[in-house]
């Protein structure tokens, strides 16, 4: 009897663990969606507020998110007929780094 109720509380230890691994979990995932919808002054001055911001902001998978969201894409229209316009884009060069 007291093996049983040792398991069920460990059962229900494992599930809480699990649940409050979860809820982190969807916390971390609220908070990366308003950082990729901040401008990128508001992202590096957020940077300064703690170490883990700091860490969390530069990580590769969290640069690579937020700059696929904020690409901007530079081009133009052009009319070529009546009625009938183009979009030609800007091809962006990349900076060679030295």
Known sequence: MVVMMMEEEEEHMKRMKRNELIEEERKKLLIEEVFLRLPPPSVA?????????RRYLSEPPFVDR??????????FFYQ????????RAIPSIPIQSQ
């Open 45 to 53: 001055r957020f940077k300064s507020i703690s170490k883990w911001w």
């Open 80 to 87: 070529t007929s009546y009625n009938k316009f183009v979009f």
């Open 66 to 75: 937020y700059e696929a969201r904020n690409l901007s894409v530079l081009g």
